[in-house]
């Protein structure tokens, strides 16, 4: 669970800008990234409009890559900067926003079960790399996986059809022996069904708010959640 809009993560992270001297005050910041981050999911969207290539989810929006972000606001105050430490700034960004990092119970046990029986376990997020992965890390669970696919580094997402097959074309996946479990009806279910994958529906803490799969094939309406 993160939280970006506290104070105190902008007036640490302008602390942290201000060390390589790009100087910002913690508001400047706020606004600059929010800024940054319109402009440019506004362009990909319509760089995405004008091609002519299929739109096969209307409201699947391509994903921005956020170190991109980062880097940039350290270029608008003609600061030369690595790509490391614009990932450096990311993650020191998300560290400040996130207020837990947990797995259910139950999981690592559920993930070894797998990979004992020799399934394959991929990963199809809709999430930045220099986030997730790293917390999966943290988490000690991205051993478990065969592969980990960010939509990040594709420039789309989940319910996009053409992220589902990047997944299944790549690995070779047969989709009628393949099961997605997700807990977001829209983005995981719909999509997972719409290239004919049997779906497992997980109302969990972080679901969408009143969201519910009645066209999953397997679920779980009331996820353990952890008491906070």
């Excluded at 940054?36 to 409009?49: A, N, T, W």
């Excluded at 376990?121 to 996986?145: C, G, K, P, W």
């Amino acid at each position: 669970h993160t939280e970006e809009d506290q104070d105190v993560l902008w007036e640490k992270l302008a602390l942290f800008y201000g060390y390589y001297d790009a100087h910002y005050t913690p508001e400047e910041l706020k606004s600059a990234y929010a800024k940054l981050i319109s402009g440019k999911e506004s362009k990909m969207r319509k760089e995405l409009l004008d091609t002519t290539v299929e739109r096969y989810a209307h409201e699947a929006f391509p994903e921005l890559e956020i170190t991109d972000v980062f880097e940039q606001l350290f270029a608008d105050k003609k600061v030369p900067v690595d790509r490391a430490l614009a990932v450096h700034a990311g993650q020191f960004f998300r560290v400040l926003a996130t207020e837990y990092v947990r797995v259910y119970e139950g999981t690592k046990e559920m993930l070894k079960t797998l990979r004992d029986a020799g399934k394959k376990i991929y990963l199809l997020s809709n999430a930045q790399r220099i986030f997730t992965e790293y917390e999966m890390h943290v988490l000690d669970i991205a051993r478990y996986f065969d592969e980990i696919l960010i939509s990040s580094d594709y420039g789309t997402k989940k319910p996009d059809k053409r992220f589902f097959d990047l997944l299944t074309e790549k690995y070779g996946l047969d989709v009628e022996r393949s099961l997605f479990i997700g807990n977001d009806s829209r983005t995981d279910i719909a999509g997972a069904k719409g290239i004919g994958m049997d779906t497992f529906y997980v109302c969990s803490n972080i679901s969408p708010k009143n969201d519910s799969a009645p066209d999953a094939d397997y679920g779980v309406s009331k996820f353990l959640k952890w008491d906070y």
